[in-house]
């Protein structure tokens, strides 16, 4: 791509070891592009204004909010969504959510797993402080947080059994 | 989302040429992560986003005995667990540590902080207290700003909108000097209510030099040359530094708004600034009060 302004662009992107090349207007979020252009409605979007972390991605394996980047500043890179982490069964962090009811409406549920993802990849047995601390940019208004990170620490668990087999 | 377009320069010198063509009808994107929003809510208009995160370089951190250089493509994140930033200039990594929250860390930079100059920023109080070097590019050249004069309020600064910042070189910190940053969140991620910057030098036993800088509470980041008065040529006993964090609460002007009001704010400053003071202190190798 050539430094001339564009008003739409084509951008090829890996969503869920999926590549794929659309046309998108510049201005299209990368929440956007997801949910209209690849229709993965798994990333929520919630407030729009990058506080709640509903629409959490992770974009060559970081936790981003995906309202929070422009679909341009994907091209080329790697978008991990919630739809891609389960295989035949659901992923250790999905199914510890899901076990520990760590959800009540379930409508931040796709952006605190995909934020414990990340965090338990970079750390297989946080604290409490440091699980709080990771989902700190994630916003639930129903549950108190107190189920989620208790997912967290049994996604924990379950990571580490995994490893052991 | 209002409609724009979209650059992306391979170079310092094609970024600077398009702010230039667009003189001032363009911005710099570089983590996006104040910019977005900003757009979004209209609360910013631009006719074209400059996308810099494709130059190549611009993630650099380079550390030395005396400085601690970060390039424009630098993430929060990167600053926060380099090692070397760590032994250095400890306030900076920590400081970029707990910028906003995860997401925000993983993507956004610490040169668009400072070019952005949030008055709730930490980076910006930062770059103040360390009168860090702002070092922009232009199609006319390259510019070095002085941190300790370089913001002038709401999101105001010496660059006009054809400049780019590229680095930010911070002094490293080390005994007989000092520094630490503390900061009041309402929660874990949100802006910070009020923060204080606190930089001191020691001879002996007396302060020979010190620097105090209030955050969030004004327009911009805020030296308190009144309290700092307080402190060169005395002892960093816990009187004196209890004497000199109250100064900084009584001298601020902050407002009433829905964080707090304005003597809610000043009683942080004083408890932020005691903090600060005191892990100034024992950095730069003196008694702990």
């Not at chain 1, 700190?136 to 620490?153: F, Q, W």
């Not at chain 2, 960093?236 to 009433?256: C, L, N």
């Amino acid at each position: 791509m050539s430094a001339e302004p564009r008003s739409t662009l084509t951008v090829t992107i890996t969503v869920n070891d999926d590549e794929t090349t659309e046309t998108v207007p510049a201005r299209t979020l990368l929440s956007e592009y997801l949910r209209d252009y690849r229709y993965l409605t798994g990333t929520h979007r919630g407030c729009e204004t990058a506080k709640c972390g509903a629409c959490t991605v992770l974009l060559d394996g970081d936790a981003v909010k995906s309202c929070n980047v422009l679909a341009a500043q994907a091209d080329g890179h790697a978008v991990t969504t919630v739809e891609g982490l389960a295989g035949d069964d659901l992923s250790p962090v999905q199914s510890a959510f899901w076990e520990t009811h760590g959800l009540q409406c379930g409508y931040c549920t796709p952006g605190m797993v995909m934020s414990a993802t990340a965090l338990l990849r970079a750390n297989p047995d946080p604290t409490d402080d440091e699980i709080r601390s990771a989902l700190a940019g994630n916003l639930c208004r129903c549950t108190g947080y107190t189920k989620i990170v208790e997912s967290v620490h049994e996604a924990a668990d379950r990571r580490r059994e995994a490893a052991d087999e | 989302m209002q409609s724009l377009s979209y650059a992306r320069p391979s170079s310092i010198q094609e970024a600077c040429s398009l702010l230039d063509e667009f003189s001032g009808g363009a911005v710099v994107l570089a983590g996006g992560q104040s910019l977005l929003p900003l757009l979004r809510l209209g609360a910013a208009i631009t006719d074209c986003v400059v996308d810099v995160n494709h130059i190549e370089g611009g993630d650099r951190i380079v550390v030395d005995e005396d400085h601690v250089e970060v390039g424009f493509g630098a993430r929060h994140v990167d600053v926060a667990t380099d090692e070397a930033v760590r032994e250095r200039c400890r306030v900076l990594a920590e400081t970029a540590g707990h910028i906003g929250d995860t997401q925000v860390r993983n993507r956004g930079t610490l040169c668009g902080s400072i070019a952005h100059a949030d008055p709730a920023g930490d980076p910006p109080v930062l770059a103040t207290l360390l009168d860090a070097e702002i070092v922009a590019a232009s199609v006319s050249g390259e510019t070095t700003y002085r941190g300790s004069s370089f913001f002038h309020g709401f999101y105001e600064t010496e660059l006009d909108e054809t400049e780019l910042v590229t680095a930010v070189r911070f002094p490293t910190v080390a005994p007989p000097r000092g520094a630490a940053y503390e900061k009041w969140e309402p929660s874990e991620g949100a802006y910070p209510v009020a923060t204080v910057g606190a930089l001191v030098e020691l001879d002996g036993d007396l302060v020979a030099d010190a620097s105090l800088v209030a955050g969030a509470v004004e327009a911009g980041p805020t030296p308190r040359p009144e309290a700092v008065e307080l402190l060169v040529g005395r002892e960093p006993t816990e009187a004196t530094v209890t004497e000199a964090a109250v100064a900084v609460g009584e001298h601020a002007d902050p407002i009433d708004d829905a964080e707090g009001t304005a003597d809610f704010k000043r009683e942080l400053l004083k408890t932020l600034a005691k903090r600060a003071l005191l892990a100034a202190v024992e950095r730069a190798g003196g008694p702990t009060p």
